[in-house]
């Protein structure tokens, strides 16, 4: 059951598991929770709307590379939402994001990890040429573990990703869980007693943009059997051409976390959210979608259908219908359209808009002033997408007005 179709599952009678709904946090909880960073941060200290932000010294120091803050948004439940940026994305650029999902009960951890190097550019050769399937799988293996993967012995006008142990996703990721609980000990809960690893994955949600969904997918699909996945236009692992030519881990057997507890978001504007949905469909991941009765977009497997987002909202006091526990659609997809300045402010243009503050539109669809849409996370509820993201926090159900 998936994280939101469960809670949906509640507002409309059926039947569900009480342990999959978090209780959420109240405002004054949310305000005193303490937003800390760690790593190599601004000098001063600065406020947030949720809570404290103070500049530490990093504890896994030495040979750190790259070494930005890790953000974590503290709540009271033992649930972690784990949000890998982008390549190329710093840790600071999801703060509205991670503010609904804190305000939703979870504790939250933007992890910095060694996302310089986007996959596919890492899968092409220095020459042009692709290279096998199997290259996206060893990239981001060795990304996650840090295990000399890639390139392979023998590879030609390969790119060397020089990924150890220490810069590993999986090392970072305890390294920050570890120091979270030097601040609360109920982060300890994530953190196996006697090897000091990350543990009880069951409780953790895995979230990313881009690359950084695509590393939540292949961790839930690969790895470790997780709460939930989230991702925002990814995974991208396929070639331009054929595009049907997807990364080998995407079609292969382990399936660690059930694919019912996938979600995706994405806009249909995005050449990255085109490989996503086609991944999301039938043909790969097979992600149930019984709510998803829109057709997707041109050059998308058109059996993959979606559900495109613009015309919901969280609430049916105005009218509209409640779209049923049922029917909860995962593959989701809007058609936002960026002003012609709208990559003034926003790098990533259509890609980061259903995630990346500067690119999130407020609701009547700015990008420009983020005068209600606020970058610093003070007032989520402003943004466009943020009765998508309640809802595939398990938030809020959603209403189709139209």
Not at 270 to 281: E, V
Not at 310 to 316: G, N
Request: net charge negative; proline share 5%.
């Amino acid at each position: 059951m998936r994280l939101h179709s469960a809670l949906l599952a509640a507002l409309v009678g059926s039947a569900c598991h009480p342990s999959m709904i978090i209780g959420a946090v109240d405002a004054a909880v949310a305000q005193d929770g303490f937003f800390f960073a760690e790593g190599n941060c601004p000098a001063s200290t600065v406020t947030s709307a949720a809570g404290f932000l103070s500049s530490v010294a990093n504890p896994s120091a030495g040979g750190i590379a790259p070494d930005r803050c890790n953000y974590a948004f503290d709540a009271p439940n033992d649930q972690l939402l784990v949000y890998l940026p982008g390549s190329a994305s710093t840790t600071d650029q999801f703060d509205n994001f991670a503010a609904t999902a804190q305000a939703a009960g979870y504790k939250v951890l933007v992890l910095d990890y060694d996302n310089r190097q986007t996959v596919a550019s890492a899968c092409q050769a220095t020459d042009g040429s692709d290279q096998a399937p199997s290259c996206f799988d060893l990239v981001r293996e060795e990304t996650v573990t840090g295990a000399d993967k890639w390139p392979t012995a023998g590879c030609q006008n390969c790119v060397d990703l020089q990924i150890d142990s220490a810069n590993s996703i999986l090392t970072r990721l305890q390294h920050a869980i570890t120091y979270a609980a030097t601040r609360d000990s109920s982060w300890s809960h994530f953190l196996d007693a006697t090897s000091g690893q990350v543990a009880n994955w069951q409780d953790v949600v895995l979230a990313g943009d881009a690359d950084g969904g695509g590393f939540a997918a292949y961790l839930a699909k690969e790895k470790f059997t997780v709460r939930a996945v989230l991702m925002f236009s990814a995974p991208n692992d396929a070639y331009k051409s054929p595009s049907t030519k997807v990364g080998a881990w995407i079609d292969d057997a382990t399936i660690k976390t059930p694919m019912v507890n996938f979600s995706g978001l994405g806009n249909f504007r995005d050449a990255s959210a085109i490989s996503a949905t086609t991944i999301w469909g039938p043909s790969h991941f097979k992600m149930a979608c019984s709510g998803c009765i829109d057709a997707p977009p041109t050059g998308v497997d058109p059996t993959a259908t979606v559900l495109y987002v613009d015309h919901l909202t969280s609430s049916c006091d105005g009218g509209g219908s409640l779209i049923s526990a049922s029917d909860a659609p995962t593959r989701l997809l809007t058609k936002f359209q960026p002003a012609a300045s709208y990559d003034v402010t926003c790098s990533t243009g259509a890609a980061g808009s259903v995630v990346v503050d500067a690119c999130t539109p407020d609701e009547k669809g700015d990008v420009l002033s983020h005068a209600s849409c606020k970058l610093d996370g003070s007032a989520p509820e402003s943004c466009m997408f943020y009765p998508i993201w309640q809802y595939l926090l398990g938030g809020v159900a959603l209403c189709a007005t139209q």
